[in-house]
């Protein structure tokens, strides 16, 4: 049981390049997450999915796309990467059934755009 | 107004105190409250979960919510110095089906 992965941990890209970050998780779990995280601003939501087959923006969408590929998988895209994107990238994944509500986040990816 | 806002710190205590940290939050309608865990270069990590007024206890943490002050806190009693981290605290924002996090409060226990 790996919970939640994420490839790559650390990518370096040039301005204009597009990469995919991809994440799975092995929990059977619904919902699915992007965040970004910057020095002093916490976690930013940048794109959810709650269920197979659907995506929802969140805070920070701009510059973003994903797929939710199936119920294991939930990917990012940059299309054309920007110095500002330039941020720490967590996946994650919500069991809410039970009663119990827990969010489980990947290792992250590293990502600098120059 | 910030969704939800805590003090950046670092919030320094020593050795076998108790550190306290506190978190308000805007969305009267929340129902579900949550403290994470971040070391540095690692990612956060589910420490307490709250969703009732009063106090909840687990091992030497205790969480605190008080829905009418819109206000949640986290005590860690014997402080030691791997707690020394980042914690966040987060809430499930009305309507929407992911959680909202503030941007943390470092903590630092010196041995």
């Known amino acids: 049981n790996a919970g939640v992965t994420q490839t790559p941990k650390f990518q370096v890209l040039k301005t204009g390049q597009s990469m995919t970050l991809q994440c799975a998780q092995d929990?059977?779990?619904?919902?699915m997450y992007w965040y970004r995280q910057d020095p002093g601003m916490g976690l930013r939501l940048i794109y959810y999915?709650?269920?197979?087959?659907?995506?929802d923006k969140g805070e920070v969408p701009n510059g973003y796309n994903v797929s939710r590929l199936n119920k294991r998988e939930f990917s990012l895209r940059l299309e054309s990467a920007a110095p500002s994107q330039t941020s720490v990238y967590f996946c994650?994944?919500?069991?809410?059934?039970?009663?119990?509500?827990?969010?489980?986040f990947g290792p992250g990816t590293r990502l600098t755009v120059l | 107004q910030k969704e939800v806002e805590q003090n950046s710190g670092p919030l320094s205590v020593p050795e076998g105190a108790i550190a306290s940290l506190n978190c308000t939050y805007s969305d009267r309608g929340s129902q579900s409250f949550f403290w994470y865990r971040q070391y540095s270069g690692k990612s956060p990590e589910l420490i307490m979960s709250i969703y009732s007024n009063g106090d909840k206890e687990d091992g030497r943490f205790t969480a605190q919510l008080n829905k009418a002050s819109q206000y949640v806190s986290l005590l860690i009693r014997d402080s030691q110095p791997s707690d020394s981290a980042t914690y966040l605290c987060?809430?499930?924002?009305?309507?929407?089906?992911?959680?909202?996090f503030g941007s943390g409060t470092r903590l630092q226990v010196q041995p």
């Open positions: 929990m059977n779990h619904n919902s």
């Open positions: 987060a809430f499930d924002p009305t309507g929407r089906r992911a959680l909202t």
């Open positions: 999915s709650a269920s197979e087959g659907t995506t």
């Open positions: 994650a994944s919500r069991d809410i059934a039970g009663g119990a509500d827990t969010q489980y």
